[in-house]
């Protein structure tokens, strides 16, 4: 029996090893362009409206979340039909080389139009291919793992997104620590994607290793394997209300959660609060470390107390503290611009202005319209706003008073009417509005230890994800009835956070209206889930 424990043992670590370090290649492949996303922007899309273009590169690492639901339902019927190994030799095959292809791809300069539509192509691919691969990676595992012990063997799985992510920042901030700017906006932002080769070759030959899932090759054996997975999935109401259930009360929120602790943190310090891009990749890769520990903990605390409270908890907190923590960003990260928008707060008055209410509305809608037309700025206070947002300079909104105007800046008791760049900078300058964040004034620790308070958040709500969503669902639809709710959840309100955010921001003025994105679905999430979830972890995943 020792002999056969430790055989078992063995095992299992090669299933988790073989999975996890697949996975990880995976979103190392993916995050690769949403980490070079701001960057992309001036090489990619036409020249002439930064704003544009930047919202515009968002938008396109939102596309390939987009299609994560559609990827789901190909690669989860596939999954329950043909099997879980197969299936995902297959997505990470997809992605790699749709990940490699954008390391040859000629920039906008040198094509035109057809650069961005070659971009989006294969952007659609790795969204299809990463649409199928969590689903197969979380449930080999999971149905490898011992009885008690599901939260624990997911929760390896769960770091791999956190590890991928801290792959990508370590290649792309080591690259732009020893060549120069201008040598990485030539040709060495194309190296982390041609790295995709060798990851992928690496990661289909530890893959062809793997055996196909005991508790799927059962089932197929005795021949209870589903006919018409979506249908059993989604058209028939005994499973496809648990998918609302899972999507409203568990993904959507941790999809939120997730990207605003690392990506949307990203782009607040680089794009907001200007950190240098470097220090900027270090101090995320720094709480990425700490925060993949964590999401192994609370994958096996999960076995102990439950997946529901550890997850519901998670939410909560995100509620009630983003606000102050992203306050305490601004203040450790880059103090004098908290000093400055304390001391001579800006205010942009435009009789555009309709109401705090319809703000964030507006704020959408001319995102929208950029990303699909962009254009250069033709009103006056399209031209204030994108001076201020240019300049790093944060305002806020009002209506006009001066009948006749269409646009007046007030700082510091002076007061500029109409948009004049001149006269704005000169209005300006007294307030000490900082171009760039000063690093030596920077607490750095205090700085890890919120970013720390972040990640913390993503374990509690990511960790037990996995194994949750695995025991929602019987063997013969899991696949395909898991993949499609954590895909909405994660694709589309999770991958869209940082376009919408950022969108919000810009045209509101308010470097913090962005975050009740975040806020509002991490609530609605808790309220859902704390009235619908059932607890899962004691749950036999072999029917």
């Given at each position: 029996?020792?002999a056969?424990?430790?055989s078992?043992?063995?095992?299992?670590k090669?299933v988790i090893?073989?999975?996890?370090?697949g996975?990880?290649?995976?979103?190392?492949?993916?995050?690769?362009?949403?980490?070079?996303?701001?960057?992309?922007?001036k090489?990619?899309?036409?020249p002439?409206?930064?704003?544009?273009?930047y919202?515009?590169?968002?938008?396109?690492?939102?596309?390939?979340?987009?299609?994560?639901?559609f990827?789901?339902?190909?690669f989860?019927?596939l999954?329950?039909?043909?099997?879980?190994?197969?299936?995902f030799?297959?997505?990470?095959?997809?992605?790699?080389?749709?990940?490699?292809?954008?390391?040859?791809?000629?920039?906008?300069?040198?094509?035109?139009?057809?650069?961005?539509?070659?971009?989006?192509?294969?952007?659609?691919?790795?969204?299809?291919?990463?649409?199928?691969?969590?689903?197969?990676?979380?449930?080999?595992?999971?149905?490898?793992?011992?009885?008690g012990?599901?939260?624990l063997?997911?929760?390896?799985?769960?770091?791999?997104?956190?590890?991928g992510l801290f792959?990508a920042?370590?290649v792309i901030?080591?690259?732009?620590?020893?060549?120069?700017?201008?040598q990485f906006?030539?040709?060495g932002?194309?190296?982390?994607?041609?790295?995709?080769f060798?990851?992928?070759?690496?990661?289909?030959?530890i893959?062809?290793?793997?055996?196909?899932?005991?508790?799927?090759?059962?089932?197929?054996s005795?021949?209870k394997g589903?006919?018409?997975?979506?249908?059993?999935?989604?058209?028939?109401w005994?499973?496809?209300?648990?998918?609302?259930?899972?999507?409203?009360g568990?993904?959507?929120?941790q999809?939120?959660?997730?990207?605003a602790?690392?990506?949307?943190?990203?782009?607040?310090?680089?794009?907001?609060?200007?950190?240098?891009y470097?220090?900027?990749?270090?101090?995320?890769?720094?709480?990425?470390v700490i925060?993949?520990?964590?999401?192994?903990c609370?994958?096996k605390?999960s076995?102990l107390?439950?997946r529901k409270?550890?997850i519901?908890?998670?939410?909560?907190l995100?509620?009630?503290?983003?606000?102050?923590?992203?306050?305490g960003?601004?203040?450790?990260?880059?103090?004098?611009?908290?000093?400055?928008?304390e001391?001579s707060?800006?205010?942009?008055?435009t009789?555009?202005?309709?109401?705090?209410?319809?703000l964030?509305?507006?704020?959408?809608?001319?995102?929208?319209?950029?990303?699909?037309?962009?254009?250069?700025?033709?009103?006056?206070?399209?031209?204030?706003?994108?001076?201020?947002?240019?300049?790093?300079?944060p305002?806020?909104l009002?209506?006009?008073?001066?009948?006749?105007?269409e646009?007046?800046?007030?700082?510091n008791?002076?007061?500029?009417v109409?948009?004049?760049?001149?006269?704005?900078?000169?209005a300006?300058?007294?307030?000490?509005?900082?171009k760039?964040?000063?690093?030596a004034?920077?607490?750095?620790?205090?700085?890890v230890?919120?970013l720390?308070?972040?990640?913390?958040?993503?374990?509690?709500?990511?960790?037990?994800?996995?194994a949750?969503?695995?025991?929602l669902?019987?063997?013969?639809i899991?696949?395909?009835?898991?993949?499609?709710?954590y895909?909405?959840?994660?694709?589309w309100?999770?991958?869209?956070?940082?376009?919408?955010?950022?969108?919000?921001?810009?045209f509101t003025?308010?470097?913090?209206?962005?975050?009740?994105?975040?806020i509002?679905?991490?609530?609605?999430t808790?309220?859902?889930?704390?009235?619908?979830l059932?607890?899962?972890?004691?749950?036999?995943i072999?029917?």
């Amino acid at each position: 029996m020792p002999a056969q424990d430790e055989s078992l043992d063995r095992k299992h670590k090669l299933v988790i090893v073989a999975s996890s370090l697949g996975t990880v290649f995976e979103w190392y492949d993916f995050y690769i362009y949403g980490t070079l996303a701001a960057f992309f922007g001036k090489l990619f899309f036409k020249p002439g409206d930064a704003s544009a273009a930047y919202l515009s590169s968002l938008a396109l690492f939102g596309v390939g979340f987009s299609v994560r639901p559609f990827g789901a339902l190909l690669f989860g019927r596939l999954g329950d039909l043909a099997g879980r190994k197969y299936t995902f030799l297959i997505t990470i095959t997809v992605m790699g080389l749709s990940t490699a292809l954008v390391g040859v791809l000629p920039t906008f300069a040198t094509i035109g139009w057809v650069a961005p539509v070659i971009l989006v192509v294969l952007r659609l691919a790795q969204g299809l291919a990463l649409g199928g691969e969590y689903g197969g990676a979380v449930i080999y595992v999971a149905e490898h793992a011992p009885h008690g012990k599901r939260g624990l063997f997911t929760g390896w799985i769960q770091t791999t997104a956190t590890l991928g992510l801290f792959l990508a920042l370590v290649v792309i901030g080591g690259l732009r620590a020893v060549i120069t700017p201008d040598q990485f906006a030539a040709w060495g932002w194309r190296i982390p994607f041609l790295l995709s080769f060798i990851l992928l070759a690496i990661s289909v030959y530890i893959r062809l290793k793997l055996e196909e899932s005991p508790i799927f090759t059962e089932m197929k054996s005795q021949g209870k394997g589903s006919k018409a997975p979506l249908t059993d999935s989604f058209a028939r109401w005994d499973n496809g209300h648990i998918v609302l259930k899972a999507l409203f009360g568990a993904t959507a929120g941790q999809g939120v959660v997730w990207y605003a602790g690392q990506f949307y943190a990203l782009y607040f310090l680089t794009s907001t609060l200007k950190v240098d891009y470097v220090r900027a990749y270090w101090l995320i890769a720094a709480s990425l470390v700490i925060g993949a520990g964590m999401l192994i903990c609370a994958g096996k605390l999960s076995d102990l107390i439950g997946r529901k409270p550890i997850i519901m908890t998670g939410l909560l907190l995100a509620v009630l503290t983003y606000q102050p923590i992203f306050h305490g960003l601004t203040r450790a990260a880059n103090p004098a611009l908290a000093e400055a928008m304390e001391r001579s707060p800006v205010v942009l008055a435009t009789s555009e202005y309709n109401g705090r209410v319809a703000l964030a509305m507006e704020a959408l809608a001319d995102a929208a319209k950029k990303i699909v037309i962009p254009s250069t700025p033709k009103t006056q206070t399209d031209k204030a706003r994108n001076y201020l947002n240019a300049h790093g300079i944060p305002f806020t909104l009002a209506p006009l008073k001066a009948a006749g105007d269409e646009v007046s800046l007030s700082v510091n008791g002076a007061t500029v009417v109409g948009f004049n760049e001149k006269a704005f900078e000169a209005a300006l300058a007294p307030a000490g509005y900082p171009k760039a964040a000063d690093l030596a004034a920077m607490d750095t620790r205090k700085v890890v230890g919120l970013l720390t308070i972040l990640l913390a958040y993503v374990a509690m709500v990511y960790g037990p994800i996995a194994a949750f969503l695995v025991e929602l669902f019987p063997t013969r639809i899991r696949y395909t009835s898991m993949s499609l709710p954590y895909h909405i959840g994660n694709g589309w309100f999770g991958g869209f956070l940082p376009l919408i955010a950022t969108s919000i921001v810009v045209f509101t003025g308010d470097i913090y209206s962005g975050l009740w994105f975040p806020i509002g679905v991490a609530a609605m999430t808790f309220i859902v889930g704390m009235i619908y979830l059932p607890e899962t972890k004691d749950r036999d995943i072999r029917g």
